[in-house]
């Protein structure tokens, strides 16, 4: 059960996770995708740029292997943002989940089937800076809390048990489900399928 920070309640879990020390500004300005994966657990202080670099990507990988993205907004306007882009993605990727903590019932209305948007209003997932696709072994990619500042603390994995544990987490808070692994994706309403 999440009860405040997402980061925090990760790291109740998996306490050895903490203890990992923070890596350095630069794996945002020289680290490619693959550096990050090949890392398998991070933890890092960022600011937005930073976080705005890794999420891409994330996302370019999502959408070079056609695997699901989950991904949060703080703000309708930080979703604006992307917009463009998003629809992009969500026309060539099987599955979408924009998670967001606006209430704009248009924004549902604009986006393709494979896209799924759900509300956080209320949640303490409203600062949280998710996202996440598919690797090889699970769930893959960042998750951050703001702590102030434009400064965002969190990690990114290539773990899976550490990664489905978080989406876990996202998923009970907003009482749907979130699976990185299906085959085909429907349009049947069925919470986050």
């Known amino acids: ?21 923070e890596q350095g500004d630069e794996i945002f300005t020289k680290w490619n995708f693959q550096d990050f ?5 991070l ?13 891409i990507m994330v996302e370019n990988y999502a959408a070079k292997h056609k695997y699901p993205l989950l991904a949060s907004f703080e703000d309708e306007s930080r979703y604006k943002f992307v917009e463009d882009r998003y629809i992009k993605l969500m026309k060539s990727i099987p599955r ?25 209003i209320g949640t303490p997932l409203s600062t949280v800076w998710a996202v996440v696709t ?5 769930p893959v990619g960042l998750i951050a809390d703001e702590v102030g500042n434009k400064k965002f603390k969190g990690f990114f994995t290539t773990n899976p ?14 009482v749907t489900k979130f699976d990185f692994n ?9 919470g986050g399928y």
């Open 96 to 120: 979408v989940w924009v998670i967001g903590n606006f209430n704009n019932p248009n924004l549902a209305q604009s986006v393709p089937s494979s896209c799924k948007v759900i509300s956080c």
């Open 43 to 55: 933890n890092f202080r960022a600011d937005r740029s930073d976080l705005f670099a890794l999420s």
């Open 161 to 174: 048990n550490v990664m489905q544990y978080a989406v876990d987490l996202i998923a009970e808070t907003l």
């Open 1 to 21: 059960m999440l009860n405040g920070s997402l980061i925090d309640t990760v790291w109740e879990k998996f306490p050895e996770k903490r203890d990992v020390p």
């Open 134 to 138: 598919r690797g090889s072994d699970g």
């Open 37 to 41: 994966q090949d890392g398998g657990y």
């Open 182 to 190: 299906k085959a085909e994706y429907t349009d049947g309403g069925k």
